[in-house]
């Protein structure tokens, strides 16, 4: 147990347990001289039990992955604009040829999409080489997010088309 007047609290930000004596009105993370530590194990198993979760990956949001995308737009596409032109003319048939273009140089191993991704991608994320971050289920588009949910950590996918227009995606984590 505790020293008398200390008790264990939770702290819901930190997802921690603090002490607090009730008399001096102290709160602390460590526990008080004198503190039964098997409590403490007790204690840290029923509430930390999400932290040994199976295959929990540190830092990484559960049910969340981390993509890249190289996006070419056409004058299909939902919003035919992009930081690299306000109006995008392009046809579908010509996004797919370029978009094959920079899958052959990827594939071939001349240059990565996230090298790529800063000059030739329609969304916002060029700026971040593609980086999307991180997202789970019913983030994405339906068709993209099925085929970043159907790649392993490093793989890329083949072109994916969205309203969004055509889309190479690489899976980071
Ligand atoms: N992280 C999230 N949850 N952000 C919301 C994503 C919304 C989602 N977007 C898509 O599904 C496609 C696939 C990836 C990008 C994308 C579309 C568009 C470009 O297409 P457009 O909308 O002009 O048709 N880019 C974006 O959204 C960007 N904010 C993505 C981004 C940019 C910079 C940093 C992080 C994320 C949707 N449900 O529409």
């Given at each position: 147990?505790?020293?008398?007047?200390?008790?264990?609290?939770?702290?819901?930000?930190?997802?921690?347990?603090?002490?607090?004596?009730?008399?001096?009105?102290?709160?602390?993370?460590?526990?008080?001289?004198?503190?039964?530590?098997?409590?403490?194990?007790?204690?840290?198993?029923?509430?930390?039990?999400?932290?040994?979760?199976?295959?929990?990956?540190?830092?990484?949001?559960?049910?969340?992955?981390?993509?890249?995308?190289l996006l070419v737009k056409h004058r299909d596409s939902?919003?035919?604009?992009?930081?690299?032109?306000?109006?995008i003319?392009r046809s579908k048939d010509e996004a797919m040829d370029i978009i094959k273009g920079h899958e052959q140089?990827?594939?071939?191993?001349?240059?990565?999409?996230?090298?790529?991704?800063?000059?030739e991608?329609d969304?916002?994320?060029?700026?971040?080489?593609?980086?999307?971050?991180?997202?789970?289920?019913?983030?994405?588009?339906?068709?993209?997010?099925?085929?970043?949910?159907?790649?392993?950590?490093?793989?890329?996918?083949a072109v994916v088309e969205t309203?969004s227009g055509l889309h190479l995606?690489?899976?980071?984590?």
């Open positions: 147990g505790l020293p008398p007047n200390w008790e264990v609290r939770h702290s819901n930000s930190k997802n921690l347990p603090y002490y607090f004596n009730s008399v001096d009105k102290v709160s602390r993370w460590e526990p008080p001289q004198g503190t039964d530590t098997d409590k403490l194990k007790h204690y840290m198993a029923a509430n930390h039990s999400a932290g040994s979760r199976p295959g929990a990956v540190p830092g990484v949001p559960e049910g969340k992955i981390r993509a890249a995308h939902r919003r035919p604009s992009s930081w690299r032109e306000s109006e003319i140089m990827i594939k071939s191993g001349g240059i990565s999409l996230g090298d790529l991704a800063p000059t991608s969304c916002s994320s060029a700026r971040k080489r593609g980086d999307l971050g991180y997202f789970g289920r019913g983030d994405m588009q339906k068709e993209f997010e099925d085929a970043a949910f159907a790649l392993k950590p490093g793989e890329m996918s309203a995606i690489e899976r980071l984590e």
